[in-house]
């Protein structure tokens, strides 16, 4: 079988039984080989049999067919430590490669079997920061054992101090990882718990950025927890400065108008133009109809001034359900301007 290596050689390895020669691959296991018998001198039989099932899947061409997975005792034989170093080590041979994602499954059988162990953490973040960073995304199943682990974990252990274990065998984390962890974590219904990364996590050297409140606020938004979402957007707003994206802005306000919580809705929009958010046609538009429904016809005609400020000109049934609105609560004056301010536009 074709095994490509950076280099540009091509070399032969038969999948249970040759090493190879003594460039690319081949020199590489042999040097993996001598480091670990080092570390543990115990190590017995072929070294290429024992790794062959994480490491040699990443060099296979997209036409050849990898082996089946099968069961490994050469990681599951070594002691935390010790495992640790050879799955850096494999780690770090991946580098090279190009393209970087050629090493996919390799990823995805070296995440699968440390999150199997006993103690996955943080050799897992490890790895998953490496899968994040050749292009790839871990597969959907991982979301589940991630979170499982990261619960386990959090019982004896605080955000921080997890997060920074990574440090302790020579990763760092960061922001995209997180990002992972909170997604992980809202997949499997522990929003709560992704609340609580989201907060600690800057405390580890991680700022959060937009996509971080994003996925959680997503998720807040599904379950109507206005009342966290509202707390989570101006936290990310003032204490960070950040932005956020229109899709978060719309999920806000339909889960406020969802929960007749209009007022709510018009207040968020008002917040985060006086902060500079730029806010989207679709977003007014949903505040305006949720101030229809609740008979706000006054707020609904105040943010189609604003929306006319924005040039933005919302479907002419609406303008005239806010303009009728106001004339029948006596804010004739109101309707009048509103009618004039679209009229102004050449609407």
Same mark, same amino acid.
């Given at each position: 079988?074709?095994?490509?290596?950076?280099?540009?050689?091509?070399?032969?390895?038969?999948?249970?039984?040759?090493?190879?020669?003594?460039?690319?691959?081949?020199?590489?296991?042999?040097?993996?080989?001598?480091?670990?018998?080092?570390?543990?001198?115990?190590?017995?039989?072929?070294?290429?049999?024992?790794?062959?099932?994480?490491?040699?899947?990443?060099?296979?061409?997209?036409?050849?067919?990898?082996?089946?997975?099968?069961?490994?005792?050469?990681?599951?034989?070594?002691?935390?430590?010790?495992?640790?170093?050879?799955?850096?080590?494999?780690?770090?041979?991946?580098?090279?490669?190009?393209?970087?994602?050629?090493?996919?499954?390799?990823?995805?059988?070296?995440?699968?079997?440390?999150?199997?162990?006993?103690?996955?953490?943080?050799?897992?973040?490890?790895?998953?920061?490496?899968?994040?960073?050749?292009?790839?995304?871990?597969?959907?199943?991982?979301?589940?054992?991630?979170?499982?682990?990261?619960?386990?974990?959090?019982?004896?252990?605080?955000?921080?101090?997890?997060?920074?274990?990574?440090?302790?065998?020579?990763?760092?984390?960061?922001?995209?990882?997180?990002?992972?962890?909170?997604?992980?974590?809202?997949?499997?219904?522990?929003?709560?718990?992704?609340?609580?990364?989201?907060?600690?996590?800057?405390?580890?050297?991680?700022?959060?950025?937009?996509?971080?409140?994003?996925?959680?606020?997503?998720?807040?938004?599904?379950?109507?927890?206005?009342?966290?979402?509202?707390?989570?957007?101006?936290?990310?707003?003032?204490?960070?400065?950040?932005?956020?994206?229109?899709?978060?802005?719309?999920?806000?306000?339909?889960?406020?108008?969802?929960?007749?919580?209009?007022?709510?809705?018009?207040?968020?929009?008002?917040?985060?133009?006086?902060?500079?958010?730029?806010?989207?046609?679709?977003?007014?538009?949903? %505040? @305006?109809? &949720?101030?229809?429904?609740?008979? !706000?016809?006054? #707020? +609904?005609?105040? *943010?189609?001034?604003?929306? /006319?400020?924005?040039?933005?000109?919302?479907?002419?049934?609406?303008?005239?359900? %806010? @303009?009728? &609105?106001?004339?029948?609560?006596? !804010?004739?004056? #109101? +309707?009048?301007? *509103?009618?004039?301010?679209? /009229?102004?536009?050449?609407?």
């Amino acid at each position: 079988m074709g095994l490509v290596v950076d280099d540009g050689s091509e070399e032969v390895v038969e999948v249970y039984g040759l090493m190879g020669n003594e460039t690319g691959f081949g020199a590489l296991v042999k040097q993996m080989e001598a480091e670990v018998v080092d570390m543990n001198p115990n190590v017995n039989g072929p070294f290429l049999l024992l790794i062959l099932p994480v490491t040699s899947i990443s060099h296979y061409t997209p036409t050849t067919n990898p082996p089946q997975q099968k069961s490994n005792p050469f990681l599951s034989s070594f002691p935390d430590d010790i495992r640790t170093k050879v799955v850096d080590k494999i780690l770090q041979s991946f580098l090279h490669l190009r393209p970087r994602s050629r090493p996919r499954t390799a990823y995805e059988y070296l995440l699968s079997h440390t999150l199997a162990n006993t103690n996955p953490l943080p050799l897992a973040l490890a790895i998953i920061q490496r899968v994040l960073r050749s292009g790839c995304t871990p597969v959907p199943q991982i979301h589940l054992s991630l979170s499982s682990a990261w619960l386990d974990h959090r019982q004896t252990h605080s955000i921080v101090d997890i997060l920074n274990e990574m440090r302790s065998i020579g990763y760092h984390p960061d922001c995209n990882t997180c990002n992972y962890l909170l997604s992980s974590l809202c997949a499997v219904d522990q929003s709560a718990e992704a609340i609580r990364v989201l907060k600690d996590m800057d405390g580890a050297g991680c700022n959060p950025d937009s996509e971080s409140y994003g996925t959680v606020i997503g998720v807040m938004c599904k379950a109507r927890k206005t009342g966290d979402v509202a707390e989570l957007m101006s936290e990310m707003v003032t204490k960070f400065g950040l932005m956020p994206r229109q899709g978060t802005v719309i999920k806000t306000v339909a889960a406020m108008r969802a929960n007749r919580e209009i007022v709510r809705a018009v207040d968020m929009v008002e917040f985060l133009e006086k902060k500079g958010c730029s806010i989207g046609f679709e977003a007014y538009v949903t %505040v @305006v109809n &949720g101030c229809l429904e609740r008979r !706000e016809f006054i #707020l +609904a005609g105040k *943010v189609l001034m604003e929306m /006319a400020e924005r040039g933005f000109i919302p479907y002419i049934r609406v303008r005239q359900r %806010v @303009v009728e &609105g106001l004339a029948s609560v006596g !804010e004739g004056a #109101l +309707a009048s301007a *509103v009618r004039q301010r679209f /009229a102004d536009l050449n609407s």
